[in-house]
C-alpha cells in the first residue's frame, strides 16, 4: 500500500490543478466529479503518510534495539515497539477501508417500488405495513418521502406502491431492501387463528437525473385513461391517469394518484427514468447486488431476504442470519438495528474483494 503513496499524491495534485482552473469551474458536471474523487483520495493520503511516518517510526526502533545496550532503554523501546505494531495495524485496516471504491450511487435519491406476491389480500396489507415502516424511518431521518403511484385495495392495503425518498443518505441506507420480504401472521380476516404466509417484493432504485439518462420523446407512447381505484372525487371523471411506455424496451409505468394529467406524467417519466437507468446499471455491473432481476424475484414465498413472524415477534434477515425479537419495534420504523448489520458485511465483503 505504501507503494502507492506517491501516485495517489501526483493524482491529488492534478485534481487540485484542475479544480483552480476556471474551465472546470464553468463545467459543473466536471466539477462535481473531481470534488468528489478529491474527497475519496485525500483520507487515503493522510492515512498513507501516517502509515508511512509509523514504519519508518519502527524501521527507528528496531535498528535502536539491535545497538542498545541499556536494560532499560531497551524494554521502553520494546514497549514502543508494541504500540507502533498496534497503531500500525489500526492505521492498515483503516487504509484498506477508505480504499474501497466508493459506490457510485450512493449519494442519490431513491424510488422504491413495493408489490403485493403471493398472499392475495394479506400481501396487500402487508405491503402497506411495510410502507408505513419505511415512512417511520424516513421520518426519523427527516428524509421527504412522496407517493408516485399506488394501487390501493378496498380494505387499506395496497397491490402496488411507487414512491420516491430523497435526503442524506437514502441509497446507502435503503438500498438492501430490495428483495422478497416474506410475512407469517394470522390475517385479519382469518377466522380460524391460523398462520398464514405472504410475500412482499420491494425493488429499491437509484433516482436517475436528467443527466443520467436520455429518453427521447419519439421513444414514448403516452396515453390518457380515466383513474381506477379508491380515491377522491376526481377519480373516474376526469382523463387524468397516464400510461407511459417506452417503446425500444417495453417497459411501462402507470401514474394516476394526481387529478392533474401533467403532475402523473411528470411523476411516470421520473419513474421510467430510473428503471432505465437501473437497466444501464446492471449492464455495466450484472454481478451487483442492486441487480434488479435477483433483487425482485417473482414474489414467491421460496424467494426470500427477510422473514417478519409476528406470533414470535421475530424478524430474520437471511442474508447476513441476523434474527431480532423486536419485530413491533421494527414494524414502527427503527430500522437501525436491521440496516447497519447490512452496510457492515457489504462493506466487509468489498474489502475481501478490494
Not at 441476523?322 to 462493506?347: F, H, Q, W
Request: charged letters at 30%; a negative charge; one cysteine or more.
Amino acid at each position: 500500500m505504501l507503494e502507492k503513496l506517491a501516485e495517489y499524491q501526483s493524482q491529488l495534485e492534478q485534481i487540485d490543478l484542475q479544480l483552480a482552473d476556471g474551465a472546470t469551474m464553468r463545467d459543473m458536471n466536471l466539477y462535481k466529479k473531481l470534488t468528489q474523487e478529491r474527497s475519496h483520495l485525500q483520507p487515503i493520503v493522510d492515512e498513507l503518510s501516517r502509515l508511512q511516518e509509523i514504519a519508518d517510526q519502527i524501521a527507528d526502533a528496531k535498528e535502536l534495539l539491535k545497538e542498545e545496550t541499556d536494560t532499560e532503554m531497551i524494554a521502553l523501546t520494546r514497549e514502543e515497539l508494541e504500540n507502533l505494531e498496534a497503531a500500525l495495524e489500526k492505521t492498515t485496516s483503516k487504509v484498506k477501508l477508505l480504499l474501497i471504491p466508493p459506490d457510485p450511487l450512493a449519494g442519490k435519491d431513491i424510488i422504491m417500488e413495493i408489490r403485493a406476491g403471493t398472499g392475495g389480500e394479506e400481501a396487500a396489507l402487508f405491503a402497506a405495513d411495510l410502507f408505513r415502516m419505511y415512512s417511520h424511518y424516513a421520518d426519523s431521518r427527516s428524509w421527504k418521502m412522496d407517493i408516485l403511484s399506488s394501487n390501493e385495495t378496498g380494505i387499506g392495503g395496497y397491490k402496488e406502491l411507487i414512491v420516491s425518498i430523497s435526503g442524506k443518505d437514502v441509497y446507502a441506507s435503503l438500498q438492501y431492501e430490495s428483495g422478497v420480504h416474506r410475512v407469517q401472521r394470522v390475517p385479519e380476516t382469518e377466522s380460524g387463528g391460523r398462520i398464514h404466509t405472504s410475500a412482499v417484493t420491494v425493488a429499491v432504485l437509484a433516482e436517475a437525473e436528467e443527466t443520467d439518462i436520455e429518453i427521447r420523446t419519439e421513444d414514448l407512447k403516452v396515453e390518457t385513461m380515466r383513474s381506477s381505484g379508491p380515491g377522491g372525487q376526481s377519480v373516474n371523471t376526469t382523463d387524468s391517469a397516464v400510461r407511459m411506455t417506452h417503446l425500444p424496451t417495453g417497459l411501462v409505468v402507470v401514474c394516476q394518484d394526481e387529478k392533474s394529467q401533467i403532475k402523473n406524467r411528470a411523476k411516470a417519466l421520473r419513474v421510467l427514468r430510473s428503471r432505465l437507468f437501473e437497466m444501464e446499471e446492471e449492464k455495466k455491473a450484472k454481478e451487483r447486488a442492486e441487480d434488479r432481476k435477483s433483487q425482485v424475484g417473482s414474489g414467491d414465498r421460496s424467494e426470500r431476504i427477510r422473514t417478519y413472524n409476528f406470533p414470535q415477534n421475530r424478524l430474520t434477515d437471511h442474508r447476513i442470519n441476523l434474527t431480532l425479537y423486536k419485530l413491533d419495534l421494527i414494524m414502527a420504523g427503527n430500522l437501525d438495528e436491521v440496516i447497519e448489520p447490512l452496510k457492515i458485511a457489504s462493506g466487509e465483503a468489498a474489502l475481501a474483494e478490494a
